[in-house]
């Protein structure tokens, strides 16, 4: 990242915060402390999103995402609490919208990692991979489960493969957990 790049991203964080603080509070202009306070609060999200795991180059979605919505949820006077005290409310709410901000980005899907975690260089193109995989998903999995995993590839949340299989989403969870465990095992013994 270049030097200029670096020193850019704080004042445009700045200025999408300003913008929401703004929009949720009705006052075209921030004050000095909230502006301190939101920069406190993407220290504090920063720290929250490395220790998760989550990539850098989502950190500022994720932050600008759980500032949107912290500010729905505390008023904008009650916003400097949040860092102030740790036992407030308002801080208690913070933690509560990193964490959901940390679960949606966990459960986001990422098609790239199946196909990537179980074919090891054998394939040329993500395509051809994934057609090893949903031959040997055919070979040894139920077409509960190989449909499950197609479904999954393509986008669709468990709640979603749940209504469309016409079962509950925890038993999706289920059936996915034990074909990829089935397919890693199948993947292994032909790599």
Not at 72 to 92: D, F, G
């Amino acid at each position: 990242m270049s030097q200029r790049n670096r020193h850019d991203r704080p004042l445009k964080f700045a200025a999408c915060a300003v913008a929401v603080v703004a929009a949720v509070g009705g006052s075209a202009l921030a004050s000095a402390s909230e502006t301190s306070t939101i920069n406190q609060i993407e220290r504090y999200c920063t720290v929250s999103w490395r220790n998760a795991g989550i990539a850098q180059q989502d950190w500022s979605d994720c932050t600008q995402q759980a500032l949107q919505e912290l500010l729905e949820r505390v008023s904008r006077n009650q916003l400097q609490v949040v860092m102030q005290n740790n036992e407030s409310r308002e801080r208690q709410e913070l933690n509560r919208t990193v964490w959901r901000t940390i679960k949606r980005w966990q459960r986001a899907p990422r098609p790239a990692q199946l196909e990537e975690s179980y074919v090891r260089g054998t394939c040329d193109t993500r395509q051809d991979a994934w057609d090893e995989v949903m031959t040997v998903a055919r070979r040894h999995l139920s077409e509960r489960q190989t449909r499950i995993l197609k479904l999954t590839r393509e986008g669709w949340q468990a709640n979603e493969i749940a209504t469309e299989l016409d079962i509950t989403p925890a038993r999706v969870s289920d059936e996915k957990y034990k074909a990829i465990r089935k397919l890693r095992q199948q993947l292994d013994m032909t790599v």
